[in-house]
């Protein structure tokens, strides 16, 4: 037995390295859940339980402040969050969408994925067909000096002569294209 002890350091450092590898393989499996918005008539599908908040918002449209609703959590090392607000002309939806990609975009470079353009449509079914309903990645460095990668789409849905204009966003250490595009194909817009 002791003849086999200095093979020992070797073994441990072998199934060390195995199981690293294994765990490298693998991506953590999020415990999504469905969320129902009723305000919004929609579902989203969150990887954790998401806190909910309103607070007013000026996007510089001219409107004034805005009773903008929230919900997000986190889960591993990445935020999730969906917001939306009630723009009273439905005709300004754009214009709208356009505010909001220039309050989050601005000054941040695209981080374009295979299968993933920034700027491409993104019109889920149920959301008014908008030149600005578009989905984007991006990366700029935060405030104390570390990368941070913003998944997000816009889209409007219209309620009448009004339309919901709605934002998710997922916040990361770094560009993970397949999670976002699972967390953005959930999103569901409800009938009337």
């Known amino acids: 037995m002791l003849k086999h002890w200095k093979l020992l350091p070797c073994a441990l450092a072998a199934c060390c390295l195995g199981l690293l590898v294994a765990c490298s393989e693998k991506t953590p499996e999020l415990p999504w ?16 339980e998401p806190e909910v908040a309103r607070t007013p918002v000026d996007f510089g449209t001219g409107d004034g402040k805005v009773m903008v609703s929230m919900m997000g959590c986190d889960a591993v090392d990445s935020t999730y969050a969906l917001s939306h607000w009630l723009l009273e002309d439905a005709e300004r939806a754009d214009d709208a ?9 601005s000054k941040l470079k695209a981080v374009d994925g295979k299968n993933s353009k920034s700027g491409a449509p993104f019109v889920p079914a149920g959301a008014m067909p908008l030149s600005r309903s578009i989905q984007a990645t991006v990366e700029g460095e935060g405030a104390a000096g570390w990368t941070m990668t913003t998944h997000g789409v816009w889209f409007a849905r219209q309620e009448g002569r009004k339309a919901r204009i709605i934002h998710a966003v997922i916040y990361a250490p770094k560009p993970n294209h397949e999670l976002a595009k699972q967390f953005f194909d959930h999103l569901v817009l409800l009938d009337e």
């Open 33 to 48: 859940r469905e969320v129902r918005l009723n305000e919004a008539r929609m579902l989203a599908y969150f990887p954790c």
């Open 97 to 105: 969408l356009a505010f909001w990609q220039a309050a989050v975009l």
